[in-house]
Each structure stands twice: as C-alpha cells, then as structure tokens.
C-alpha cells in the first residue's frame, strides 16, 4: 500500500508552471509549479491566508493568475473562461440555487450543456444515488441539513463527470461526527467515479488519512509536496514538522560528526541528514513526541533532562521535559510506563532517547 | 398614556384617509359642485373617457412612465451588479454618484437638465423628458436592487459560471429568479415615481409632451371638477393594484430599508 501518484502514461490532469497571484502589492501565491496526476487525490494543507483558496481559483478560472500558466490534461487554459474548464469546485459555502429544487441543482450544469434529455433524468438520479439521497430530489435546499447539502452540492460538482473536482474546505461547516463520515464517503467516491480531487484543508489529520499526496503551504509559498508518509516522517521544514501533527524541534548544532548533532546544554544526540549542513550551522531536530523513549533510570546514550510535566491522557501519558535549553515532549503508551517513570514528580531527572532515523536534521 | 397614543393613531388615520375617500365618493356625485350632493352617477366617468386631450396626455405619462421604469430597472440592476460584486476602484464615487439624484432638490436637477440639453442644443421632447425621469428613478431602482443582490450567496454566479453558464444564462437562471420580486418592485416604484412627477416634467417636456400631472396640475388653477375627482379615484385604484401586485411585506421591507427576500 504505497499511495503515489498514478503512473504517468497520460498528461497530468493539472499542470501549473510558475502560477503567481498579486493584489496590488501583496503576493498572495508565489511562483508555484506542480503536477496533479489523473484520478490523484491531492490535498492543499496550510494555514489560513496562506493562499490555497487564491491557487484554486486561479485554477478554476475566477482569478487571472498574474503569471505563469496553467493546462489541463496537457492543454493550456490561460485566457479560457472557467466555463469552459472541464473541472468543478465545490464551495465552502455549498452556493446551492436556493429556488431550485434538489434534482434541478444537480441538473443544472447538463442543462445548461445541453445534454440529450433522455439522458438527464438518469444521470442526475445516479449521482444523487452516489451520495444517498435520491429520495430528497424534491426538496429545496432550505429544507436540507448541512451535511445533505453538502451532498447535494457534491452531486452536482460530478454529476457531468468532470476531469478535476477541486473542493475547498468542503467539510469546514460540519461538525466532528458528521466530518468523519463525510471523510469517508468523499474517499469512497472519489474512488467510485474517478476523478481528480484538489483538497483543500486545514485539517492536517483530514489530509493525513484522505490524500495520495500533500502539498503544504506556507505564506503563499509551496513548501514540500510528497506522500502523507514522506510529510510526517521525512518533512523538509521545522515548519512543515510542526504543522503536521505535533513534533519536537530542538535547536542544535551540525559539529560535522556523521550521525549525531550537538544540542547545547546536552550533548551530541542521533539525528539523519546532517550531512546536507555544514559543519558549524545551526540546525534543528525534528522528532515526533511518540519516536522518544523516557526512562527514570540512567540509560546509555540517553540525553539527561528535568521533568516539567506529566500529563496522562488516557492511553498515552505525556512527559513535557527540559532539555538543556529546549523544551521536548514525549509521547508514552500508558502499557510501557515503567512504575519507576510513573512514580515521578516534576524536577526529577529523567533521560530521554530516541532512535537516530527518527530524528531528522532540517536547516530551515 | 396607551389610550392616547390610540387616539392619535385614529385622528393620523383619519387625516390620511378622509381626503381619498371623499375624492372616491364624490367622484360618482351627480351634482357638478361639491357643496351638493345630487345622487349617484358615472357620468364623470364617461366625460373623463371622451375628453380627447386628458387621455392623450394620460398616453404620455404612460409612454414616459414605463420607458424610465424600463430604463432606471435595467440600468440600476447592472450598476447594483457591478457595485456589489465587483470591488471596482472608485467604488463609492460611483455610488455617491448614482445615489445624488436622492437628495438634489428636484428644481435644482430640472434646471441643470434643461440648461444642458439647451447647451447641446437638444430639442425638448418625449425623449428629454425620459431621460429626466431616468436621473430620478434610476437611484431609486438602484437601491432596491443592490439590497436584493446583497442579500444573494456572491458564490451563486460563480457556482453557475463553474457549471457551464454564460453569463447570460447566469442572469436567466439564476439571478433573474432571485431577485424577480425586486425587480418587479424597482420596476413599479420608477414607475410611480415617473408617473407623479411635476417638477422634472415640467423643465424637461416639449410641445406635445404634457404629461397627465401637469394637464391635472392646469385644470386644478380654474377649480375641482368633478372630472378630476373621477381621474383621482381611478389613480387610487391603479395605486392600490400596484402595491398589492409588489405585496405589502416587500413593500414595507423596501421602504424601511431593508433588503427584500427573494
Ligand atoms: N481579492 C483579493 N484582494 C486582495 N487580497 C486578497 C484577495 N483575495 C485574497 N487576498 C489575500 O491573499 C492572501 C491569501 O488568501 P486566500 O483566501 O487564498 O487564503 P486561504 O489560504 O484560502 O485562507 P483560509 O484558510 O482562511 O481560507 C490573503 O492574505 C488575502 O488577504
Ligand atoms: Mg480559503
């Protein structure tokens, strides 16, 4: 099971070269280049205002990109008005017609293109059977729950199969309970129809478990795009390890030996990918708080630390421990907590250690 | 104290209502002078409809009338389009500019018209005077759009655009039927606006372009006649189906300020 992009025999269903986006003097999105396979799941993850919503429309076509171009299955759409794009967006805000019914909704888009009407009943009545309710085709939207609406709103978005679907925030409105299975049944259409998805979230855990890929971003800017795994375990960024999950980043120093970086106030600790640095640059060390081990007792090759806090929180236990002059967390299964580690109160030492492929040396 | 209030609400009722209902009921009073009544007849009605030059000047008002109505509602819903999707630079210039007309007296603006269309050499027409009913019912139509609009999803017409639509059929299906009751509403209200006006009529009216107002306005300096009374009970009831075809809640809403719901 190793998600990647589908293999690439045809062109890539989105292809943007250096997009940029400017509003007077502000640059929203900088020169970002990315392909989006076909049939891809990918996801854009970032902070609000980052520009994700900026990127999408430029794709869609309601915003000119102010350079850069962009094509679509290996056609170039720079000038082509967005109704003539073979994508769909799913807005945040669902922008169902509100004096349409259900069934009109999902219609408008092949009654608009025309389709043969002998054609349109059936269509419309499968997509509405996609999401699960063909038995609300004549309601209005007004006598619809939010999640229905945002059912019927993704009826429409793939009722003409379109190459690209792009969905921003789509879940943002709808509670925990509903978000989880709405997660689901979007991956399983997703599947089901074959389209391209563009995601865009904020919700790391969202990206995490839905996507083949991520892009995240940052201040208009694409940091890393890769695999969930390759974003969690190998980021590119203390910015991208922190926004992904939680992670510890350590301030250190690269003294050149090979394997290990020094963290002032300890000592040398294992970490990978120093070789990148030079020697005498000031780096950091990304580790995941359930990758580091603690232990009451001195242990060989162990980093010795003051304990601040224990907190339990059901089936982990959470030590927050002074680190020279860092501040690390460490994520224990509450099975493997020795009665020793249990027993301690905070300003005890405590040792912590992790192993060395666990640990990644980032630069910036 | 609530009993007073009460009073005064009926004395304002009656102040309101009694010079309507005396122009109905004398309206049908045989007798020519007001002071007698002579029993119940149309015969003013019937004189109304044979006076040649009243009807003609009735046609006037009402070529007028519908022509800015037309006018200010097309005109007021591209600009209250372009005012509430687009952030245009200049925006609220072009607001205060579209809005100015409100608050300028109306001799003022009937002056500055006729002096520019005599400055262009334009002659005075049924035409001149269309475009000064434009310049009052267009901020008018406006503003009861741009609530409309306002209170519209701004997604909407991307969502249609997104999905195939032309922006013609964006207007067609989308935002013509959301925003129907408004427009029906700005339509009546230029209307009704153009249809009463004296001011602007008179400053921007050639030979031949009498509008009904002015007609009724010179009848009215040789005393009432019966016939006007007539004209005025049949005014009240174009009046009454006009405010019953825009509905009283949207009426009310329009006039307090609020947007109408679609
Ligand atoms: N029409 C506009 N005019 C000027 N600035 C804009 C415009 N649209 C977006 N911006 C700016 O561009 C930046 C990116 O906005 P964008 O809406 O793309 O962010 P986002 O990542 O979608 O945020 P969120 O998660 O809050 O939706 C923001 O700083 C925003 O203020
Ligand atoms: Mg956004």
Known sequence: MTPSAPAAVAAPAVRLAGITKRFGDTTAVHPVTLEIGQNEFFSILGPSGCGKTTLMRMITGFETPTDGSIELAGSSVDGVPTRKRDLNMLFQSYALFPHLTVFENVAFELRVRKAPKRELRSRVEAALNLVRLGHLADRKPDQLSGGQRQRVALARAVVSRPAVVLLDEPLGALDQQLRKEMQIELKRMQREVGITFIYVTHDQEEALTMSDRIAVMSQGRLLQVGSPQDIYDRPASTFVAAFIGSCNVIPAVNTGAPGTVTVAGVGPVPAVGGDAALSGAEVWVAVRPERVAASAVRTPGAAQGTLLEAVYIGDRWRYVVRLGEATVTASVDSAEVSPELAALAPGAPVWLSWRPEHARVLTE | ?262
């Open chain 2, 1 to 262: 104290m609530d009993r007073v209030v009460a009073w005064i609400a009926r004395l304002v009722f009656v102040f309101l209502y009694v010079p309507i209902v005396a122009v109905i009921v004398y309206s049908f009073n045989a007798s020519r002078s007001t002071s007698t009544w002579g029993g119940v007849s149309l015969q003013w009605y019937g004189e109304l409809f044979r006076d040649g030059a009243l009807l003609q000047t009735l046609r006037t008002s009402l070529i007028v009338g519908i022509s800015a109505a037309f006018l200010a509602t097309l005109i007021g819903f591209l600009a209250a389009l372009g005012l509430s999707r687009y952030r245009l630079r200049g925006h609220r210039f072009v607001l205060g500019a579209v809005l100015l007309p409100l608050i300028v007296p109306e001799i003022v603006l009937g002056a500055a018209l006729l002096s520019v269309f005599s400055f262009a050499d334009i002659r005075l027409s049924i035409f001149t005077m269309v475009l000064g009913h434009l310049v009052i019912t267009l901020p008018l139509a406006t503003l009861i759009l741009m609530g409309a609009l306002s209170s519209l999803d701004p997604t909407l017409p991307e969502a249609a655009a997104d999905l195939g639509a032309s922006p013609w059929q964006t207007f067609t299906r989308v935002l013509f039927p959301l925003t129907r009751s408004a427009l029906l509403a700005a339509f009546l209200l230029s209307f009704t606006t153009s249809f009463s006006n004296i001011v602007i009529s008179t400053f921007t009216g050639g030979v031949g372009s009498t509008t009904l107002p002015l007609r009724v306005y010179s009848l009215l300096k040789t005393g009432v006649t019966p016939e006007i009374n007539a004209l005025g009970a049949l005014l009240i009831l174009l009046t009454i189906g006009i405010v019953s075809a825009v509905g009283l809640r949207q009426m009310r809403r329009i006039l307090a300020g609020s947007t109408p719901t679609p």
